[in-house]
C-alpha cells in the first residue's frame, strides 16, 4: 500500500464513498483488445487489482463494473469477485450510473468512478471521487481527483481501493503485520 500522504480534499471524498465502479478496457485491463484465432476477445485482469475489488466488497462497498463493450470475460470476472453491479454493452455509463445510485438510495457524491478515455468523461463529471490509472487519456487526467501512479491493467485500480478503504478506516486491520488475507 502507497504510503504517500493524500490531500485533505481526497480523503473527504474518499471517506464519502459508498459505491466503487470501474469502466473495464484501459482501466481493469491494459486497454488493449485481443482476439483469438476464432475471433474470441481475450482479456487479462491484474490480481492486485482483483485483491483490492474484493476487499472492497469485504468491507462493505458496492462495487460495479460499467463498460460500453459487451463482454462475456467481464460478466465471469465479475462473479468471481462478488460484484454486486455489472452493466456490459452500456454505451450511457452516465444514465448507469444515476440509475444505480438512485436504486441503491445514495448521492452521486457518494460514488467513485474509475475511467481512463473519452467514454468515462461524461461520469467522471458527475460523481463525488473521479480517478484515472496513471496511462489515462488527458481529457480524464485534468478533471480527475484522483490519479494512480500504476497503469490501467497494471495495479492501478487496487490504489484506488487502498486510498477508499484507508479513508474508511479498513486499512491498518488488513495491512497489519502477521494479517493475512
Not at 475489488?53 to 460499467?66: K, M, Q, S
Not at 467481464?74 to 455489472?86: F, N, P, W, Y
Not at 445510485?101 to 463529471?125: C, I, K, N, T
Amino acid at each position: 500500500m502507497s504510503s504517500k500522504p493524500h490531500s485533505p480534499d481526497l480523503h473527504a471524498r474518499a471517506k464519502a464513498v459508498r459505491l466503487v465502479a470501474f469502466d473495464i478496457d484501459g482501466t481493469l485491463t491494459d486497454g488493449r483488445l485481443v482476439f483469438d484465432s476464432e475471433g474470441r476477445e481475450l482479456k487479462a485482469f491484474h490480481s492486485q487489482d482483483g485483491m483490492g475489488i474484493a476487499l472492497l466488497v469485504r468491507h462493505g462497498f458496492e462495487v460495479a463494473f460499467v463498460t460500453a463493450r459487451e463482454s462475456r470475460i467481464v460478466e465471469a470476472r465479475g462473479r468471481e469477485l462478488k460484484i454486486q453491479h455489472i452493466h456490459t454493452g452500456e454505451k450511457d455509463k452516465s444514465g448507469c450510473i444515476r440509475a444505480l445510485v438512485e436504486r441503491l438510495g445514495m448521492s452521486l457524491d457518494e460514488v467513485a468512478f474509475m475511467g481512463d478515455d473519452l467514454p468515462d468523461l461524461a461520469v467522471m463529471r458527475l460523481v463525488g471521487l473521479a480517478a484515472v490509472p496513471s496511462d489515462a487519456h488527458a481529457c480524464v487526467k485534468a478533471i480527475a481527483h484522483f490519479e494512480s501512479e500504476k497503469a490501467g491493467g497494471r495495479g492501478g485500480a487496487r490504489e484506488l481501493c487502498d486510498v477508499l478503504l484507508q479513508a474508511h478506516g479498513f486499512a491498518d486491520a488488513i495491512y497489519s503485520p502477521g494479517d493475512a488475507q
